[in-house]
Each structure stands twice: as C-alpha cells, then as structure tokens.
C-alpha cells in the first residue's frame, strides 16, 4: 500500500466524479478525426454567401474590378451626366485615364467642357475603380479632306468650288 492515509470511500468517489483524482477504470477514448478546419461546423466561413458576394470576391481575385468599372461607366451614362446632357453625347473612348465624350454638336462639346468639372466628379464618384484622370469633349464626325495615300501637308482644297 501507499504511505499516504486512505480517504474514505465517499470522498474518492466524489473527488474521482470531478476529476481531480484519476480513476482506477480506463476509459475507452474515441479516436478523432483530424480536422483540415475547412469542414468543421461553426467556424469562420462556414455561413452561407450570397451571390452577389461570391460575384465581388471573383473579380476582385480575377483583376477584373476596373474593366467592369469602365463597363459599367458607359452603360450607366444617362444617370452620370444627366438625362438631357446623355440625350446629345456619348462616351466613345477611354485610353490613358482621359475619356473621350462626342457630341452631338460643336455648341454643345463646349457647353460640356465649361461643365467639365462637375461630370468628372460625378465619374470619379460612382466608379473610383474605372481609372479616369481626365474628360475630353468632341464634336461630331466631319468629313476630312486628308485621309488616304495621296494626301499632302497643307491647308487642304481652297477654291475648289469656285
């Protein structure tokens, strides 16, 4: 036997119920499963996501946020410059941060350069991602007298109906 006074029965029992006293029975332990923790119950990501967060995290991890910016820029330009202001331009092109609107008009490219400022803040706004530094208003298409392989520098016909 042990040098230490035995307990009585009652308090080993009580103290092998709570613990803190190892029992004479072995218990039979239940082997685990080793857990990678991507399909463990109630833990962090486990919730399920909507598709318009599953649709954010695929193109943020895709690089796509500007393009769809852009996109979404011309899609939208109604509601950017206004309903009456999109009646008579549109935006035709955007290269190196600056975006080129045409008009319907000379009179009315100019009327959208003094308002410049407040449809680029506008743009800068609603879509940060599209990259745009800088708007460039034109006018319509005319036609040029100087295109094709024969084309020479200069002022271009001048009493050519006279």
């Not at 959208?112 to 879509?127: G, N, P, T």
């Amino acid at each position: 036997m042990s040098d230490e006074p035995e307990l009585p029965e009652t308090m080993s029992t009580y103290l092998r119920l709570r613990g803190l006293e190892p029992t004479p029975y072995r218990k039979k332990k239940r082997r685990r499963r080793a857990d990678d923790g991507e399909n463990a119950p109630f833990t962090p990501g486990r919730d399920p996501r909507g598709l318009g967060d599953v649709l954010s995290a695929l193109t943020h991890s895709a690089g796509w946020e500007a393009q769809l910016s852009r996109e979404d820029l011309v899609r939208t330009w109604d509601e950017v410059a206004g309903a009456d202001t999109a009646a008579h331009t549109r935006p035709v092109a955007l290269d190196a941060g600056t975006l080129t609107v045409q008009a319907d008009s000379t009179a009315w490219a100019k009327q959208l350069q003094l308002m410049r400022a407040h449809i680029l803040s506008e743009v800068l706004r609603r879509f940060p991602e599209a990259g745009v530094e800088a708007i460039r208003f034109v006018g319509p298409d005319v036609p040029s007298w100087k295109w094709g392989p024969r084309a020479v520098p200069g002022r271009g016909p001048r009493d050519t109906y006279g």
